[in-house]
Nanobody, 122 residues
Framework: VQLQASGGGPVQAGGSLRLSCLLSGRSFTMYAVGWFRQALGKEREFVAGINWSGGSKNYADSVKGRFTISRENAKNTVYLQMNSLKSEDTAVYYC????????????????WGQGTQVTVSS
């Protein structure tokens, strides 16, 4: 499975961005996808995840109510809609996949994309 994350960039605080994660190589519908982020000097952390069917979604407390994860199986793509962005959301965002169900631990994910930088200025 190959993953390609895109959609990052600079944005002002309070603004919005939509990240995309395109999966290829195997049956997309068999995989859960998680979004993680890593700020400079910090450990990678779970942001949001969606299970294989899209029926179960998980969010980190820090992004609940601001970020929304969704998937469009016809396009083999998972989205992360990020609204009301804050400076503390600045990080490299990675998408990752694993079979079926979401996990919050990065070690549980098998496949990783290359990351996309999100920079929020105040």
């Amino acid at each position: 499975v190959q993953l390609q994350a895109s959609g990052g960039g600079p944005v002002q605080a309070g603004g919005s961005l939509r990240l995309s994660c395109l999966l290829s190589g195997r049956s997309f519908t068999m995989y859960a996808v998680g979004w993680f982020r890593q700020a400079l000097g910090k450990e990678r952390e779970f942001v949001a995840g969606i299970n294989w069917s899209g029926g179960s979604k998980n969010y980190a407390d820090s992004v609940k109510g601001r970020f929304t994860i969704s998937r469009e199986n016809a396009k083999n793509t998972v989205y992360l809609q990020m609204n009301s962005l804050k400076s503390e959301d600045t990080a490299v965002y990675y998408c990752a996949s694993r079979p079926m169900m979401v996990r919050v631990e990065s070690s549980e994910y098998v496949y990783w994309g290359q990351g996309t930088q999100v920079t929020v200025s105040s």
